[in-house]
């Protein structure tokens, strides 16, 4: 699809375990976001990605969070031992570097 | 640095009637500035975006916004609600050279619109 794609789009775990989730960029997009929206919450800045540069980690809450990108395109938000208060939406998005974000319908993380 | 508040957390307005959500931005530069909309379990799309052309900026859906430099607003209007465009509209601004991916976002509002 030419849109971001995310997976899974729900994911239920239980609290301890790890998760990853995934995000596909809109193919040629140089910058990815990540962020988190907690129930009837704004948006929380977590990760950016700009082409080769490091990538701005300012956002993480913890350091049970990271994320990577590979090649450039395809990236992976992952979170070790989980814990309840991870429970949100995670938004990925991609831009062509003109500070318009596409965004992805995002995951839904649960944490019993 | 850059920040960005939006005025009200929640607007609710009748269907047919003039809808405004206001945005004010402090910037150190000259910003681009944009609102997005998330409907309900959806993601965020991108309303409109002012990027020093016109001031005055149309976007998808009868919405437009006028940048004001004098008030430091980007105040987003419709001149007659929808229920489709009940939803949670952010005012985001740039923060070229700064943090948080250069994008800065308030903290949403939400429109309610009653039949």
């Known amino acids: 699809g030419a849109g971001v794609s995310q997976s899974p789009s729900n994911k239920v775990t239980e609290k301890g375990k790890d998760v990853e989730l995934r995000c596909d960029p809109i193919?040629?997009?140089?910058?990815l976001y990540w962020y988190r929206q907690s129930l009837g919450q704004g948006l929380e800045f977590l990760i950016y990605f700009q082409g080769n540069s490091a990538p701005d980690k300012s956002g993480l809450p913890s350091d049970r969070f990271s994320a990577e990108r590979t090649g450039g395109s395809v990236s992976t938000l992952t979170i070790q031992r989980t814990q309840q208060e991870d429970s949100a939406v995670y938004l990925c998005?991609?831009?062509?570097?003109?500070?318009?974000?596409?965004f992805g319908e995002g995951s839904r993380l649960t944490v019993l | 640095a850059q920040s960005v508040t939006q005025l009200d957390s929640h607007v609710s307005v009748s269907e047919g009637t003039p809808v405004l959500l206001r945005c004010n931005y402090s910037s150190s530069y000259s910003p681009s500035l944009f609102w997005y909309v998330q409907h309900p379990n959806k993601g965020l799309q991108l309303l409109l975006k002012?990027?020093?052309?016109?001031?005055l900026v149309k976007g998808i859906n009868g919405f437009e916004a006028e940048f004001k430099k004098s008030e430091t607003s980007f105040h987003l209007t419709k001149p007659s609600a929808h229920m489709s465009d009940a939803a949670e509209y952010f005012c985001v601004v740039s923060d070229y050279g700064g943090s948080q991916g250069n994008l800065i976002f308030g903290k949403g509002t939400k429109l309610s619109v009653k039949p």
């Open positions: 002012y990027t020093s052309a016109a001031t």
């Open positions: 998005a991609s831009s062509p570097s003109t500070g318009e974000l596409f």
């Open positions: 193919s040629g997009h140089t910058a």
